[in-house]
């Protein structure tokens, strides 16, 4: 039982958080606040953000050093976001396909593929989307129907795809398709697909915070070549299970750490109102913080699990509600608390400077719904760590 | 970085495991319970004395196995729902280990190898079992006050009380004290109502009996966390077994999602204490944290989380849940009980945010 981190470890944690200090022009929260910004020019920001991040060799730190890692050890991925987080910097417009489809290529996929994607992926100039979900096959995605039909050597992609976040700016989109109708699992196999072809519409879709970054994309009879096939026909379930555990560790200190910047804003907003006496304010902001100490426990069991060479089991379905399902209880006591102020535009002359409260509350009913919901991950939990029989 | 139990430790969870299966499964502790005045097994406590479990707070050198190891034990006796004075001992040996005099070392001794029973009383109040300000006094050779919910204070041998002076000891033998017993909804805690009006030893003064008090306080949330920790982990491992075998629409009810989604958040309850119990007790046994801050994280989450998985425990077992036959009401008594002391819930909550704004 030890959760220090090592003197190695503290190290990293200073240079990542001193090369911040020296890189980062300000929080996005003051960013998305700049005379003259907008949607394109926010994704403009983050792409330089990346190339920086990229340029630092940041980005992919646990992949191996041919494709641009040095073998970094979770605990050193999950450091770096916890740094991140706390400084409140841009997310990537990339993180989809850092996260997911390129473990899935250096795992699976072969070695051209390799060459032609990873360094454009890492440098920005390439954004990819992931097109796993559909209109209905959401956290049932094993019922996916849309389909890839084999034209001579290549295939030709039907159907749609929905969620497919930083959308609107993609070039790529990593897909999930049907090559065999008769087989839930085995029939789906895993394309990389360009959007810019005939065949391929990409429409954004408004959110309930008013932003366009999600897409739904329609496919009628897109072209998805031969050599963008990653792995076999009928490999695609299991290489986007795989990936999708790749999801686990980096994240582990990253959501107490922008907890931390909100309850610091709450604080101090609270406090210019005067109402850090008041008994209620101090046993709810009480509650936040052993609950966001809780989750920052939670997360460095995860990260000694993987340390120990062990997949995490409970833990993480555990860690996805808990962060999801605390967002919510911040996010609406911060409401609570702080009173129509915080409801103000962040652009108001008026609104607290020091975070987007009307944007994350409303952000913030998007966690338990994304990467499988909390239904879904009491699902996994009932099944996997329980082992409760489904009817 | 590492989250599982070395050799030592985890050899020591074996063994308490074994013997507490033997001598405190909880057929014999309801008996005990029902059928003695004291509410616990005074040979089952010696046993403990004898194989080194009430010193476990002590320093190395003096038999102490460290926090950790103290979280193991009372994780252990959580999860049989041990009734009896296991957590008030180790904490009085621990506070008698940094006291002056003769007396104390004397206590100690006997306390620590089980043959005497010493507790701490510190509560004035019956509205609040959390540290406040006292009115008991130690003045010209007497020690006058009133203690409430003194626990086991009716079969103590000797009490160690906060004043003003500080913490005196008094023994009965020499000074006597009039206990009116506090029965609580919880039959494996005897608490007592304490008039005292006799001579104390002043054992500590001053700024060591406060940093003696605080040191207690953490230590006792970190021991209570871990007790509640063993109470809702036995109570979800119950409720599955019962949602397994128990059929009903022609299936077990384990199959029904809605019971299914109770049982996961009970999940989410357990493991989230797990790792806030021994964050804690790792951060007390090598620092790296805020050893203070962790044990009341640790406190301030169980004792909610304890009682919604045990009250769960019942409500999965449905009719049966509500029996006096059925082990469960005793893990809900024993959650709800300890929620109260070694810091209520919300007092732990004031601890952690005034760390907090503070840092």
Redesign the interface.
Known sequence: ?????TPEQERFRSEVRAWIGANLARPWSQEVREPGHDADSLVEVRRAWQKKLHAAGYLGMGWPPEWGGRGASA?EEAILHEELYRADAPQVPNFLGLSLLAPALIHHGSEAQRRRFIPKMLDGSEIWCQGFSEPGAGSDLASLRTRATPDGDDFRIHGQKVWTTFGPWADWIFVLARTDPDDRYGGISFFLVPIHQPGVEMRGIRQITGETEFGEVFFDGALAKREHLVGQLGEGWKIAMTVLGYERGASALQYPAENDRF?AAL?AGLGEEGA?AREDV??K???L???N???R??G??V???L??GQAPG??SS?EK??WSEYAKRLQDTAQELLGPRAQLDARSPRARPDADWAYQYLWSRAGTIYSGSS?V???I??KR??R???? | ??????ED?ALLQRSTRELLEKEGALETSRRVMEETPEGFSRSLHAQLGELGYLGVLLPEREGGLGA?AFAVVLHEMGRVALPGPFLEVALAVRLLAGCDGDAAKRWRAKTAAGEALVVIARSESLASADPAAVEATCRGGRLRGTKHFVPFGAQADALLIETREGIALVERAAAGWDATPLPTLDPAQRFAEIRLDGPPTLVAEGERAADLLAENERLGALGAAALLLGLMERSLETA?GY??ERQAFG??I????AL??R???C??QT??T???V??A???EE?G??DPA??A??AK??AGPAARLVCGEAIQLHGGVGFTWEYDPHLYLKRAKTLELFYGST?S???R??RA??AS
Not at chain 2, 1 to 6: K, N, S, V
Not at chain 2, 254 to 257: K, W
């Open positions: 039982m030890d959760l220090r981190f605990v309850l604080v850090l101090r046993e902001l009480g509650r913080f052993v609950e100490e809780v989750m426990g939670n460095l069991r990260l000694a699990t340390e120990a409970p833990e555990i509600i808990f239904e991950q009491r699902n939990i009932a760590v329980l409760l029989p489904t009817r | 970085m590492q989250f599982t139990l070395d430790r950790i599955v949602l397994q299936a077990p384990a199959s029904f999602q299914q989604h049982a996961a958040d999940v989410l493991e989230s797990r790792s806030a021994y964050r007790a790792a951060a090598q790296g944290a801050l962790l009341a994280v301030a989450w919300r732990q909550l004031e952690v945010l907090k704004l």
